[in-house]
């Protein structure tokens, strides 16, 4: 998103606070479930997230893998893998692989457990922290964890405040966390791809900057979609307003006098990508982790 004019950060109070809270608890902290969103599994992972968690057993838990294009994010995955993660993509409408986050807990509680019982310890339930960008499905993950609704969700950031305990399983406590980003967004395209995705509140990016981002990445990566959606064949990025007035006539945004209601567009082109009327996309690339 180079074309900006606007440098995309965002790093309110209360995720510095969650941050220095994160720290504070660590040493309570066996394991790790990291979540970060299929649709932008580089992109969504916290930059400095082994600052914060240390050398903690970590689980990278990927939500809306439903949501995906499964061939590119997979290729990623496997990256990480690679790099000794233990990755569990889950489908959080269904419930698909989330006994997996459990079973994976289990061994560690073992391994934990043995060791205690070794020292004339008793043994305890395992305790575990979940971290992650916003609006990437931490609640919904634990309400399907718990098997009821015991946190609040949204589709927007922020709807997690503090840090609070809950017992998703009789062996298993978890410390919820609000989502957060890192102190400086120093890629942004990232930053750019996290806002199309609704990781970062909507008031920090003009509404016209990033409907211009969505429409160049998804000519880039999904031609196909951009033609099923508005019937554009090719966008000439260098004069957007015959793309702006195809969209506003074939989606209601044309005003008296033939105008075109701008900002009614950007607003559609937001909601489209929002709302997955593009179908199952990933935003980010294998070739992205080498730059």
Known sequence: MN???TNINWYPGHMAKTRREIKEKLDFIDIIYEVIDARMPISSKIADINDLIKNKPCLLIVTKYDLCDQKATDQILDWYRKKG???IPVDLMNGKNINQIIVESEKLLQEMNQKRKEKGLKPRN???LVVGSPNVGK??????LVGKKVVSVGDRPGVTKNLGWIRIHKDIDLLDSPGILWP???NQYQA???ASLSSIKEEIVESQELAIFILKIMSRLYPDRVLERYEIEEIDFSNLELTFRTIAQKRGAIQKKEEVDYHK????ILQDMK????GKITLDRLEDLEK
């Open 139 to 144: 609640s919904t993950l634990i309400n399907r």
């Open 85 to 87: 993660y233990v990755v």
């Open 126 to 128: 395992i305790r575990a």
């Open 3 to 5: 074309e900006n004019k």
């Open 192 to 194: 750019a791809i996290l």
């Open 275 to 278: 709302n997955g009327a593009f």
């Open 265 to 268: 567009v950007y607003q559609i």
């Open 184 to 186: 400086k967004l120093e």
